[in-house]
């Protein structure tokens, strides 16, 4: 299913930093308040177009594919992993998908030695949700932990979900591995895991922000300071085309695709009316930029774009 290193190149564009290796890495920073916050790539997804697009209504969605230069049986999505830094904070939301789901994947611990980040120097990881490119590089090729001086954070409905033994049961064939990969990692991180619930500061300016509906506890974060506010959106906007476009739609790639689009415009209203920005996992240009309203849709405008 990988795409080839060419191809990921032509696909993600500006913002581009070459690391010692010769690797480029998409990786944009800001600041709200006190924090730094940066965004490096794990590398990109390649899917099929069904996973997204199955169901959608083929005369609406063409255009809209068309327009954003997708074509083929296979999508490309990035990954974008948000690092959050201030005094006595380094913060990591999700870890990738280390080096088991998929081969185009799994290069976060190199783009962060691009940037002179340690795994030992984080003192944070704190979870969106559970799937494998947020949750597998918790775990390096030992089955030991990446980040071994750091508290682990996930949302505790989140937690229940891929720790209950009826989750692979109840997932559909497609996700079996999802939940079989997902819960021998947490049982290996378990002593080191926190839950966390809706609305809870876990740290200062760093609030929880339930965002159900791309798993059934998907958890988004809004970092605060002063009067800045930026949400690290995970996956509730799952990418940067028909979820923007028709964000009404019903995406095969949630894992409620209801619930999903309910969240999804209620998060989409909720940046533009308080000018909030956010980065977002799979959005283009390292995720981070501002929502705006087009017509009955919404875009994404990357920072400095």
């Known amino acids: 299913m990988a795409s080839t290193r060419r191809e990921f190149l032509a696909l993600a564009g500006a913002g581009m930093m070459l690391g010692a290796s010769g690797r480029l890495w998409a990786q944009v920073s800001t600041t709200v308040g006190d924090w730094q916050v940066t965004s490096v790539?794990?590398?990109?997804?390649?899917?099929?177009?069904?996973?997204?697009?199955?169901g959608l209504p083929e005369a609406e969605l063409a255009p809209i594919l068309e327009a954003q230069g997708l074509s083929g049986e296979m999508i490309a999505s990035p990954c974008n992993v948000t690092l959050a830094r201030r005094e006595?904070?380094?913060?990591?939301?999700?870890?990738g998908a280390g080096p088991a789901f998929m081969e185009s994947a799994g290069e976060?611990?190199?783009?962060?030695?691009?940037?002179?980040?340690?795994?030992?120097?984080?003192?944070?990881?704190?979870?969106t949700h559970g799937h494998p490119d947020h949750l597998?590089?918790?775990?390096?090729d030992f089955d030991e932990p990446v980040f071994s001086e750091a508290a682990?954070?996930?949302?505790?409905?989140?937690?229940?979900?891929?720790?209950?033994?009826?989750?692979?049961?109840?997932?559909?064939?497609?996700?079996?591995?999802?939940?079989?990969?997902?819960?021998?990692?947490?049982e290996l991180v378990e002593e080191r895991i926190t839950a966390v619930a809706?609305?809870?500061?876990?740290?200062?300016?760093?609030?929880?922000?339930?965002?159900?509906?791309?798993?059934?506890?998907?958890?988004?974060f809004v970092l605060q300071g002063g009067s800045e506010a930026l949400l690290v959106a995970g996956d509730a906007i799952v990418n940067g085309h028909v979820a923007l476009a028709r964000p009404s739609w019903e995406l095969g790639s949630d894992q409620d695709p209801a619930q999903g689009a309910?969240?999804?415009?209620?998060?989409?209203?909720?940046?533009?009316?308080?000018?909030?920005?956010?980065?977002?996992?799979?959005?283009?240009?390292?995720?981070?930029?501002?929502?705006?309203?087009?017509?009955?849709?919404?875009?994404?405008?990357?920072?400095?774009?």
């Open 41 to 54: 790539s794990d590398g990109h997804l390649s899917l099929p177009r069904g996973f997204y697009f199955d």
């Open 108 to 127: 976060l611990i190199e783009a962060l030695d691009v940037i002179g980040v340690a795994p030992q120097d984080v003192t944070h990881v704190v979870f």
């Open 262 to 305: 309910a969240t999804r415009l209620r998060l989409l209203d909720m940046l533009v009316t308080e000018e909030m920005r956010l980065i977002g996992y799979h959005l283009p240009d390292g995720g981070l930029g501002r929502i705006e309203r087009a017509g009955e849709a919404y875009r994404f405008v990357a920072e400095g774009a």
């Open 152 to 186: 682990h954070l996930m949302g505790d409905a989140e937690w229940n979900y891929w720790r209950d033994p009826e989750t692979v049961e109840t997932i559909g064939e497609a996700r079996a591995s999802f939940a079989v990969g997902a819960a021998r990692r947490l």
């Open 88 to 95: 006595g904070a380094v913060v990591l939301f999700d870890c």
């Open 198 to 220: 809706d609305g809870e500061e876990i740290l200062p300016g760093l609030v929880a922000l339930a965002s159900h509906g791309h798993t059934p506890g998907h958890m988004s």
């Open 136 to 140: 597998w590089g918790v775990l390096d």
